[in-house]
């Protein structure tokens, strides 16, 4: 019967990477996250199924938003572009929070599990936007072509993000689909 | 001190996919394999860590493979045509293994532990090729863009060769990567 605490998972997801980051993944417990956090290991597994879940409850929104976004494209977009509209869109959700995301990402880089695991939520990601733009109408391979490409364009430009201070997300992704684009004509 | 056994590491292997195949990779044990090759325990570990690696001692043979030919590649390349160069080389070798590659595939992806394992040995054939392409001169994001692409599309036209039984897997990595030149061109 945990009293309501205002903003918990904010609170448990800062104290968690806060831990993660001093101590370790592997080495932090969720007792210690709660206590960080001031709150109840009851009220932590109100938000969150485990540990490695305060770094992944994002993935089933993100992957909404870009399913949503290829569905709602306009019918004369060529597929990459349905593409890379769905991943601007999700760039420009995630613009203000980039220290979280360096944190987040600063935390998954220092372990193989968590590598693992976010290489699969990106190959979900790719095959969700594959079978988004198969409901559009678009056959494979193009559809899984696209998925790809825009999966790969996301990745380098979420690290070029994180890696700058003074770029902005959405127009990284804008730039690296231009990159790819001139990349795969092979001039 | 076992004695010399011919051919045992096709035989070893021969016996694990049908018995991955038979009754799950869970299920099986290295004692069944090595009794199902009429060889021993021992023998099956002077090749093979574990029964995992028996489906991926092969992929440092083709990371090594696709850096060489990345390497060797004529200076006047584009990036991607040296990546597809070196995709379509890494290709004609699988082209004979066709029905043990359909195997492999069958057994990976049953089960979740293996597919994880097949993204991470993807994702690190696409870092050694874009350090392949760093090594030539090409830049960032360039090298990493092109290196994905190249995965990216290995990955397609290798489902599309499992599937079709009359597509040589050359021609499908050519033609993929035609596919994915016209649609990153968003034509």
Redesign the interface.
């Known amino acids: 019967m945990g009293r309501w605490e205002p903003n918990a998972r904010g609170r448990l997801e800062r104290a968690a990477l806060d831990l993660y980051l001093e101590r370790g993944f592997e080495q932090t417990t969720v007792a210690e996250i709660a206590g960080r956090a001031g709150l109840t290991e009851r009220t932590f597994f109100r938000y969150f199924a485990d540990k490695r879940e305060v770094l992944f409850w994002g993935s089933a929104a993100l992957q909404e938003h870009l399913v949503d976004a290829v569905a709602g494209a306009p019918d004369c977009l060529?597929?990459?572009?349905v593409i890379a509209g769905a991943v601007e869109v999700a760039g420009e959700r995630m613009q203000e929070r980039r220290e979280g995301a360096r944190r987040r990402q600063a935390v998954i880089v220092a372990n193989a599990e968590l590598?693992?695991r976010e290489?699969?939520k990106l190959?979900n990601l790719s095959a969700a936007l594959a079978g988004a733009l198969r409901e559009r109408g678009v056959d494979?391979?193009?559809a899984?072509?696209?998925a790809?490409?825009g999966i790969?364009?996301f990745?380098?430009a979420f690290q070029?993000w994180i890696d700058d201070d003074d770029r902005d997300l959405t127009s990284l992704i804008r730039e690296?689909f231009g990159?790819?684009?001139?990349?795969?004509?092979?001039?």
Chains 1, 2 share one sequence.
């Open positions: 060529a597929p990459i572009d590598r693992e290489l699969i190959a494979d391979p193009a899984s072509l696209a790809e490409a790969a364009v990745k380098i070029r690296s990159d790819l684009k001139a990349v795969t004509a092979g001039t």
